[in-house]
């Protein structure tokens, strides 16, 4: 079975060069979407679509698609506390779905557990009235969802680049290194 880091690494790893990456975290009522840069380093919120049909709402989606040059999406994947798929999940699935014959884009699930409730504390610590929560709430999850892969996919490189250092440099010691039984004297 592939992991999830192989999963992620895969999904990045198969984009275009400077592609961007779409966010999406997909409610009942609202749609939250956040854009990677060209680098996929950062995410930034993007723009809440309010839910009319799915129709209108994916018609929204692939025109900032298309306008932003996306490569990817990363989907939220409301998994419940335990890790399992509840009904929100197959929704998202269900939509994942219908979606991918309209807008042909690789996705990459990723879960979403507590990234409203996250986004929505730090909302609160900066003191932001419930009409500007509500309206930033859904985008800025989307921007946490897409964070944590895109912060997931850096630490995976990062620990590939050391584990190759280290074998470079553990490859240099051993021609260093006397033969066995002999000295470096000479």
């Known amino acids: 079975m ?20 779409m966010g999406l975290d ?14 996929r380093r950062i995410a930034t919120p993007l723009e809440t679509i309010k839910r009319v049909k799915f129709t209108p709402d994916v018609g929204r989606i ?11 999406l990363v989907f939220g994947l409301p998994l419940n506390m335990d890790g399992t798929e509840g009904p929100r999940s197959q ?12 807008l042909p884009l690789p996705v990459l699930f990723w879960d979403e557990r507590m990234s409203t409730m996250v986004v929505t504390r730090t909302l609160l610590d900066a003191d ?4 500007k929560r509500a309206d930033a709430v859904d985008k800025m999850a989307a921007a946490y ?14 620990d590939a680049e050391a584990a190759e250092d280290e074998a470079r440099l553990r490859s240099e010691l051993d021609l260093n290194a006397p033969p066995e039984g002999g000295s470096l004297d000479t």
Do not use: C, M
């Not at 999963?7 to 592609?19: N, S, T």
């Not at 932001?128 to 009409?131: K, V």
């Open 2 to 21: 592939i992991s999830r880091d192989d999963e992620l690494v895969a999904f990045i790893d198969g984009l275009a060069p400077r592609a961007r990456l």
């Open 26 to 39: 997909l409610g009942t009522k609202t749609i939250g979407l956040a854009l990677s840069d060209v680098e």
């Open 62 to 72: 692939k025109d900032l698609a298309a306008r932003y040059e996306v490569g990817g």
């Open 91 to 102: 929704a998202t699935r269900a939509f994942v779905r219908n979606l991918k014959p309209l």
């Open 128 to 131: 932001a009235s419930r009409a």
């Open 145 to 158: 969802i897409l964070q944590g892969a895109l912060d997931r996919y850096e630490r995976i490189a990062a």
